[in-house]
């Protein structure tokens, strides 16, 4: 008689494996890409490499960005002035915030407390405090023109960004919330990445064929170098080996592979229609890149060097995730 709730319990764990392991492990997390112009995001099936629906968002999604607990995948549709919150598994729309005004591009601090947006065409930064649940404005800062794209040193103290349009970087300490120092970069100025534990930007030139590179490890920045990779370098993204990183040329149709500790270009790939940003996945064998200019998402196989297929998407495709990629 004492067997029988034994082998109860043990049928009830194999019909438990059989019937839900297998579905889930069948159903990797999906692919976002952000169409800006069409303002949807296409849900893409890793899968079988089909697009499973379009979400209605804000208008003019660019770029998204994972909260600190890893429970929302946030659209920011910079004309929308509203975030969209997205399960980042199941791609369930689970909410709407409103009132955050002109948010291009987004990034959390390190040591989360700080949320921070560019307002492309409003020409400020806006400086919010994360509680975990919404972003509260702490302060509103009057930048230059454009402001592109921002990178948060390690520290968690300094929040750089690029303005497109005037042509500068500047740094933004956090706690204070004002502009520590700005200075001139070439036409352009796009992406940053910072290597070197955060002494050393690379700074993205759409404008022009290349990479600067600038040492803010002092009081003041210093540019150090320019690495040529190819007309419009826009968009960078690591390739989760702690040794590279990717940029965009988006003019010049190709992705570059930048060595962090030589800079200097170790490969090129070709990618057709303005390839803009990327992701990894997670083995670190295949990028996923936006093709702003053909609608489609291009997967590239890094071992071949070649893009293996193209998946339909709506209009200017800009930003793309996946919860399951290589480390930032």
Request: glycine residues 8%; hydrophobic residues 40%; positive net charge.
């Amino acid at each position: 008689m004492r067997s029988i709730p034994f082998l109860t319990g043990r049928l009830a764990a194999f019909l438990f494996v059989c019937a839900v392991l297998p579905s889930q492990a069948a159903e990797p997390p999906p692919i976002f890409v952000l169409n800006s112009l069409d303002a949807t995001v296409s849900v893409i099936d890793p899968g079988n490499w089909a697009e499973k629906q379009r979400i209605p968002t804000g208008k003019e999604p660019h770029h998204l960005y994972l909260t600190p607990d890893q429970s929302s995948l946030i659209v920011a549709n910079s004309a929308g002035d509203s975030l969209t919150f997205l399960n980042p598994r199941t791609a369930e729309v689970q909410r709407v915030v409103y009132g955050i005004l002109d948010p291009y591009h987004l990034r959390f601090s390190p040591d989360m407390k700080w949320f921070v947006t560019a307002a492309n065409r409003l020409n400020h930064v806006d400086i919010y405090r994360w509680d975990g649940k919404e972003p509260k404005l702490v302060k509103r800062i009057p930048t230059g023109k454009t402001p592109s794209h921002i990178w948060i040193d390690g520290k968690s103290t300094t929040a750089y960004v690029t303005m497109q349009d005037s042509d500068e970087l500047i740094a933004v300490d956090l706690s204070t919330q004002t502009i520590r120092w700005r200075v001139a970069t070439g036409p352009m100025p796009a992406d940053i990445f910072g290597i070197h534990d955060g002494k050393t930007l690379l700074v993205g030139l759409t404008g022009s064929d290349g990479v600067q590179v600038f040492d803010v490890a002092g009081a003041q920045p210093k540019l150090v170098g320019q690495l040529p990779t190819g007309k419009g370098a826009h968009a960078f993204r690591s390739a989760g080996d702690d040794r590279s990183v990717f940029v965009s040329n988006r003019v010049a149709n190709t992705i570059s592979r930048i060595d962090i500790q030589t800079l200097k270009v170790t490969d090129t790939y070709p990618v057709p229609g303005g390839p803009d940003c990327m992701d990894v996945s997670a083995d670190g064998k295949t990028l996923f890149v936006t093709s702003r200019w053909a609608k489609k998402l291009s997967v590239v196989d890094l071992a071949s060097r070649k893009v293996v297929r193209q998946v339909n998407v709506g209009r200017s495709p800009h930003g793309v995730w996946t919860l399951d990629h290589a480390k930032i």
